[in-house]
């Protein structure tokens, strides 16, 4: 029996996933007429559970197209909080949020601005008018952004334009176009956000809206191959030794 425990303590180091799982790439790109030839884009990776239409994992890097000199020269936010995640049978696939802090506090959600339903959402991004988590105290903006993808049922199908126009982002961090560190939000006491007249009723805060979004199956490195076959190798060989034993 310790060669069967050592061969599934073998495969659990090699990070086996779900048997229905699969890890994929996403880029989505808002784009921004005011900050052109810069725009926002998020890049990053998560799970796919196609039987569940489960995302997880989902993280990757925020673009701030606000900074900079060029494309090259953007400031890139950390997004590593997955907090929210539906599925939409209407639309055929799933969405998911990514945040930059673990809380999904984004935007006002107190009386002084309406009392909207949620803290983060692209539909009360547009009704509070983009004002930050927090406000009126600079201070206790905690400086939050996300991204919301959308994962059709067939993960790497090109997305209709009705998918498109519900992908959205928000950027709350207190960052200058010169990469400074300001009060309030991006802009003041707004943040700066990315979503479609069709999707939500307004473009973004700064005019941003969302164009595109690719997915991608990720392609293990060959090092990973080499190691994968490594292992189920080993776990042959203890078998057969098994077999000869019994």
């Known amino acids: ?47 796919y559970d196609e039987a569940t239409h489960t995302v997880s994992g989902l993280q990757g890097l925020l673009s701030e197209s606000m900074t900079g000199m060029n494309a090259a020269s953007m400031v890139w936010l950390p997004l590593n909080y997955q907090l929210q995640s539906w599925h939409d049978a209407s639309l055929g696939g799933t969405f998911a949020a990514v945040f930059k802090n673990g809380t999904t506090a984004t935007f006002c959600s107190t009386a002084m601005c309406g009392s909207p339903t949620d803290d983060w959402s692209p539909q009360t991004g547009v009704a509070v008018g983009g004002i930050y988590a927090g ?21 790497t199908a090109a997305l209709t334009q009705a998918q498109v126009d519900k992908l959205a982002y928000a950027d709350c961090t207190p960052t200058a176009p010169g990469g400074m560190m300001m009060g309030g939000g991006m802009m003041g006491a707004v943040c700066m956000t990315g979503t479609s007249l069709a999707g939500y009723g307004a473009v973004g805060t700064m005019d941003g809206y969302p164009v595109s979004q690719t997915i991608a199956a990720a392609v293990p490195e060959p090092d990973s191959y080499a190691l994968l076959l490594a292992g189920l190798g080993l776990m042959g060989a203890l078998v057969r030794r098994r077999q000869r034993e019994a």
């Open 1 to 47: 029996m310790k060669h069967f425990a050592f061969a599934a303590a073998l495969l659990a180091a090699f990070g086996t996933a779900p048997a229905h799982a699969a890890t994929y790439t996403v880029t989505t790109t808002w784009l921004e007429p005011q900050t052109q030839p810069k725009n926002t884009v998020f890049q990053g990776s998560f799970l």
């Open 135 to 155: 406000f009126p105290v600079a201070r206790n903006n905690a400086g939050n952004a996300y991204a919301l993808i959308f994962v059709p049922d067939n993960p």
